[in-house]
């Protein structure tokens, strides 16, 4: 399901007008098309005088697409030019992709190239990126490597989300909507000031919830003594989060902004259909969406507890600005699955019944501290400057079980689980000037010093039943990396409607370490920093007397030591370095009033990408020996201590879940009605160009010609007080496939149709 009230669901509609001040929206003008103001510099400024690329979607376009209780930052999926977003691990573990540069891995220690911030707060960890975003009043996307200014290096760019701020008048807003599956979604967020002029609040509140509708249809006592089958057994969740601000402002020179927030999450971890996909063949239409078979996994349970705060500090001298931001972030819970999606006699490997591949990760603790300082020059003159430095500092203990998929007999370890010590570091100096060369021609330059370090313990072996301890591997690991990152940028001011621009740009991503492999007594596997350059051009205008913007950017990179994932000869998921990866596209926003009552919104990406690397293989899907997939290649046999493994080499192929194109059209007209209230008809439409889920190309693993649409009729009563509509989300109920299990021919599919109501509205 993607979102719901399309009058906030457009392009165009996410483009609507901000004030330069980062508080309050503005609507857009009845002739033509508002500005928008970003913060990609870390100052306010007009996207189209802004060198770099940047998508934007406005606070109201992301209540839209969660109004059916989506998860809000999988909604953004597609819906900004060149991002792509999923899950195979429920709502508590999003993988961002953003020009095809992510990262597949399911580990909960993983390192992903896309960089969360949260009102200017770092998410790095896995679990930490999930936070709901919610009562936001703007989304930007910023495309490409962004070390300079942001985070702590990030290859692939940075998706930013600012939330509403307290203000010194009264200001209320909420949207709330009930759907299918008694799905509910209340966004809201209340404030005013305290003490006028001194002291302002912000109280804001996510609440989302669906109940089960998954039937599970595995006949018999599972593996975990639970009785089956069961109706409506998974598919529901309920995510409470709450976030209170302090704006304390005791003169013109000094503003302090206090923020802190919990959530309460309790749902169902992905579901696999086992099965699903047959040799051959990636069609999933025979799969019933509503059904699975799971022998194992208590019915995929995940539950997770989120608490943070941050304090931002702000001074104004004169002729600079001294900053401080810091940050606190801590997070415990568990996610429980039946990974092989169906039950293990149904599938027997060498005469056995085989999948039984349960498994559960749980972080015990986990404590993110990030502190950043920055001085920046009074903007608004041909000189822009600012400089700044960043720790940051990651921990957790975390719990990792997972059944063997290969037994001997009817044996099974019950001890077969390990216990993680992880600990990442960084420091960071960074610093950019921007100068107006002559008129209309302004030059900036960025750069950034970083040290990474990491360091993966070992607190527990997944010993023998009897408890004798057979792991040979590395107990304790430690990578450091030190590194450059720099950008430069050049942007024309043709004239006030068009704007070119050129940026190329160098960043890093650090050492990573993976130390799930430990439960099944192999070692630690580790990948060193992969860097990238990165250049892209581009065009910003705004025509027919301001009803049309039209935005767009050709772009290129190579990663050289690309870190990928694949299995190793025993089937164990590793991580490795890939000799180097090359991509290049092109993506394009247009957002058109052609009449005062209808506004139009288009998105496009386009993506080549390629694995360069003559030397690398990676397993292939098998079972019983078997290959149970149609690779493009045919795979090598190695026999092996579980039987013969199959592989096969990735040169050439694509970078995986990086789709070759991806189109959004977005539609609303309003009928003005006699007593100042607007009748209103929205509609958007995604399409997904093909996609490879995994490193090798097959028949089966792949997605073509995904799409989605929602519709949205209603009323929004005079002067915008409040908004009544219907709304249907994946209106045509498409199942589409979104993840695979390789060697289980298991599928993930997408939300299910949701219909329901929705009202919103705003108080000042």
Same mark, same amino acid.
């Given at each position: 399901?993607?979102?719901?009230?399309?009058?906030?669901?457009?392009?165009?509609?996410?483009?609507?007008?901000?004030? &330069?001040?980062?508080?309050?929206?503005?609507?857009?003008?009845?002739?033509?098309?508002?500005?928008?103001?970003?913060?990609?510099?870390?100052?306010?400024?007009?996207?189209?005088?802004?060198?770099?690329?940047?998508?934007?979607?406005?606070?109201?376009?992301?209540?839209?697409?969660?109004?059916?209780?989506?998860?809000?930052?999988?909604?953004?999926?597609?819906?900004?030019?060149?991002?792509?977003?999923?899950?195979?691990?429920?709502?508590?573990?999003?993988?961002?992709?953003?020009?095809?540069?992510?990262?597949?891995?399911?580990?909960?220690?993983?390192?992903?190239?896309?960089?969360?911030?949260?009102?200017?707060?770092?998410?790095?960890?896995?679990?930490?990126?999930?936070?709901?975003?919610?009562?936001?009043?703007?989304?930007?996307?910023?495309?490409?490597?962004?070390?300079?200014?942001?985070?702590?290096?990030?290859?692939?760019?940075?998706?930013?989300?600012?939330?509403?701020?307290?203000?010194?008048?009264?200001?209320?807003?909420?949207?709330? =909507?009930?759907?299918?599956?008694?799905?509910?979604?209340?966004?809201?967020?209340?404030?005013?000031?305290?003490?006028?002029?001194?002291?302002?609040?912000?109280?804001?509140?996510?609440?989302?919830?669906?109940?089960?509708?998954?039937?599970?249809?595995?006949?018999?006592?599972?593996?975990?003594?639970?009785?089956?089958?069961?109706?409506?057994?998974?598919?529901?969740?309920?995510?409470?989060?709450?976030?209170?601000?302090?704006?304390?402002?005791?003169?013109?020179?000094?503003?302090?902004?206090?923020?802190?927030?919990?959530?309460?999450?309790?749902?169902?971890?992905?579901?696999?259909?086992?099965?699903?996909?047959?040799?051959?063949? @990636?069609?999933?239409? &025979?799969?019933?969406? @509503? /059904?699975?078979?799971?022998?194992?996994?208590?019915?995929?349970?995940?539950?997770?507890?989120?608490?943070?705060?941050?304090?931002?500090?702000?001074?104004?001298?004169?002729?600079?600005?001294?900053?401080?931001?810091?940050?606190?972030?801590?997070?415990?819970?568990?996610?429980?699955?039946?990974?092989?999606?169906?039950?293990?006699?149904?599938?027997?490997?060498?005469?056995?019944?085989?999948?039984?591949?349960?498994?559960?990760?749980?972080?015990?603790?986990?404590?993110?501290? =990030?502190?950043?300082?920055?001085?920046?020059?009074?903007?608004?003159?041909?000189?822009?400057?600012?400089?700044?430095?960043?720790?940051?500092?990651?921990?957790?203990?975390?719990?990792?079980?997972?059944?063997?998929?290969?037994?001997?007999?009817?044996?099974?370890?019950?001890?077969?689980?390990?216990?993680?010590?992880?600990?990442?570091?960084?420091?960071?100096?960074?610093?950019?000037?921007?100068?107006?060369?002559?008129?209309?021609?302004?030059?900036?330059?960025?750069?950034?010093?970083?040290?990474?370090?990491?360091?993966?313990?070992?607190?527990?072996?997944?010993?023998?039943?009897?408890?004798?301890?057979?792991?040979?591997?590395?107990?304790?690991?430690?990578?450091?990396?030190?590194?450059?990152?720099?950008?430069?940028?050049?942007?024309?001011?043709?004239?006030?409607?068009?704007?070119?621009?050129?940026?190329?740009?160098?960043?890093?991503?650090?050492?990573?370490?993976?130390?799930?492999?430990?439960?099944?007594?192999?070692?630690?596997?580790?990948?060193?920093?992969?860097?990238?350059?990165?250049?892209?051009?581009?065009?910003?205008?705004?025509?027919?007397?301001?009803?049309? =913007?039209?935005?767009? /950017?050709?772009?290129?990179?190579?990663?050289?030591?690309?870190?990928?994932?694949?299995?190793?000869?025993?089937?164990?998921?590793?991580?490795?370095?890939? @000799?180097?990866?090359?991509?290049?596209?092109?993506?394009?926003?247009?957002?058109?009033?052609?009449?005062?009552?209808?506004?139009?919104?288009?998105?496009?990406?386009?993506?080549?990408?390629?694995?360069?690397?003559?030397?690398?293989?990676?397993?292939?899907?098998?079972?019983?020996?078997?290959?149970?997939?149609?690779?493009?290649?045919?795979?090598?046999?190695?026999?092996?201590?579980?039987?013969?493994?199959?592989?096969?080499?990735?040169?050439?192929?694509?970078?995986?879940?990086?789709?070759?194109?991806?189109?959004?059209?977005?539609?609303?007209?309003?009928?003005?009605?006699?007593?100042?209230?607007?009748?209103?008809?929205?509609?958007?439409?995604?399409?997904?160009?093909?996609?490879?889920?995994?490193?090798?190309?097959?028949?089966?693993?792949?997605? @073509?010609?995904?799409?989605?649409?929602?519709?949205?009729?209603?009323?929004?009563?005079?002067?915008?007080?409040?908004?009544?509509?219907?709304?249907?989300?994946?209106?045509?109920?498409?199942?589409?496939?979104?993840?695979?299990?390789?060697?289980?021919?298991?599928?993930?599919?997408?939300?299910?149709?949701?219909?329901?109501?929705?009202?919103?509205?705003?108080?000042?």
């Amino acid at each position: 399901m993607l979102g719901v009230a399309c009058g906030s669901v457009l392009i165009g509609s996410a483009a609507l007008a901000q004030d &330069a001040a980062p508080v309050q929206e503005q609507a857009a003008p009845a002739e033509g098309l508002g500005d928008i103001v970003v913060t990609a510099e870390r100052r306010s400024e007009n996207l189209q005088k802004v060198p770099l690329s940047v998508g934007v979607a406005s606070g109201d376009a992301l209540r839209a697409y969660t109004a059916g209780g989506d998860d809000t930052l999988l909604a953004l999926s597609g819906r900004v030019p060149g991002l792509y977003v999923e899950s195979t691990t429920g709502r508590i573990f999003p993988r961002f992709y953003i020009r095809g540069l992510g990262n597949i891995d399911f580990y909960l220690g993983a390192s992903q190239p896309v960089t969360i911030i949260q009102d200017d707060v770092i998410l790095e960890h896995v679990v930490l990126k999930s936070n709901p975003v919610f009562d936001v009043r703007q989304v930007e996307v910023l495309r490409g490597p962004q070390g300079s200014l942001f985070g702590r290096n990030t290859t692939a760019g940075i998706i930013k989300f600012d939330t509403n701020k307290p203000t010194n008048d009264f200001e209320s807003r909420a949207s709330v =909507s009930v759907g299918s599956y008694n799905s509910v979604s209340l966004d809201a967020g209340v404030g005013g000031p305290l003490i006028k002029d001194l002291l302002s609040i912000r109280l804001s509140t996510l609440i989302q919830h669906r109940e089960n509708y998954v039937d599970n249809a595995f006949a018999g006592v599972s593996a975990d003594n639970t009785a089956t089958p069961r109706k409506d057994a998974m598919g529901g969740f309920d995510d409470r989060n709450v976030r209170v601000q302090l704006a304390l402002t005791p003169g013109e020179r000094f503003t302090l902004d206090l923020s802190g927030h919990a959530r309460w999450y309790d749902g169902t971890s992905t579901l696999f259909h086992r099965g699903a996909l047959k040799k051959g063949s @990636n069609d999933v239409s &025979a799969e019933p969406r @509503n /059904t699975v078979s799971l022998d194992e996994g208590n019915d995929n349970p995940q539950s997770y507890n989120t608490y943070g705060g941050s304090a931002r500090a702000s001074y104004d001298f004169g002729p600079a600005t001294l900053t401080s931001i810091t940050a606190y972030e801590t997070t415990s819970g568990f996610s429980r699955g039946d990974t092989d999606g169906g039950a293990a006699a149904n599938f027997p490997v060498r005469g056995v019944a085989n999948g039984f591949g349960q498994s559960q990760g749980q972080i015990r603790d986990l404590d993110q501290w =990030s502190q950043e300082l920055r001085v920046a020059g009074t903007p608004g003159g041909r000189f822009n400057w600012q400089i700044g430095g960043l720790y940051f500092d990651n921990r957790d203990i975390t719990d990792f079980y997972q059944r063997a998929f290969f037994l001997t007999g009817t044996a099974r370890n019950p001890n077969n689980w390990v216990r993680l010590h992880d600990v990442n570091t960084s420091w960071a100096g960074f610093g950019q000037v921007s100068y107006e060369l002559m008129d209309k021609l302004t030059v900036t330059l960025g750069g950034r010093i970083t040290e990474d370090k990491k360091r993966t313990e070992l607190l527990k072996t997944a010993d023998q039943a009897n408890g004798a301890v057979t792991y040979r591997g590395r107990r304790d690991v430690t990578l450091k990396s030190t590194k450059p990152s720099w950008d430069a940028s050049i942007l024309y001011q043709a004239n006030p409607d068009v704007s070119l621009y050129s940026r190329i740009a160098q960043g890093f991503r650090g050492p990573t370490i993976q130390g799930r492999s430990a439960v099944f007594n192999s070692d630690f596997s580790t990948a060193n920093s992969e860097t990238i350059l990165s250049w892209e051009t581009g065009i910003k205008t705004r025509l027919l007397d301001n009803t049309l =913007s039209l935005n767009a /950017t050709v772009f290129g990179y190579r990663v050289n030591d690309i870190q990928l994932n694949g299995n190793d000869l025993n089937g164990n998921g590793i991580l490795f370095n890939g @000799n180097k990866a090359e991509a290049y596209g092109m993506e394009a926003e247009a957002n058109w009033k052609p009449v005062p009552n209808l506004t139009l919104g288009a998105g496009l990406s386009l993506l080549h990408s390629a694995i360069r690397d003559k030397t690398t293989e990676v397993q292939v899907c098998a079972l019983n020996n078997v290959v149970v997939c149609t690779p493009s290649r045919v795979p090598r046999a190695v026999p092996g201590a579980f039987g013969t493994t199959y592989l096969v080499k990735i040169d050439g192929e694509p970078l995986p879940n990086a789709p070759e194109y991806n189109v959004d059209l977005t539609a609303r007209y309003d009928q003005p009605l006699g007593n100042g209230g607007r009748a209103f008809i929205a509609g958007d439409f995604n399409i997904q160009g093909y996609t490879q889920f995994v490193l090798y190309k097959t028949k089966e693993f792949t997605a @073509n010609g995904n799409f989605e649409g929602g519709l949205k009729i209603g009323y929004a009563a005079p002067d915008d007080a409040y908004e009544l509509a219907v709304f249907a989300r994946n209106i045509t109920g498409e199942k589409n496939l979104k993840g695979v299990i390789e060697n289980y021919m298991a599928a993930v599919f997408n939300e299910p149709r949701i219909i329901g109501v929705s009202l919103s509205g705003k108080f000042r």
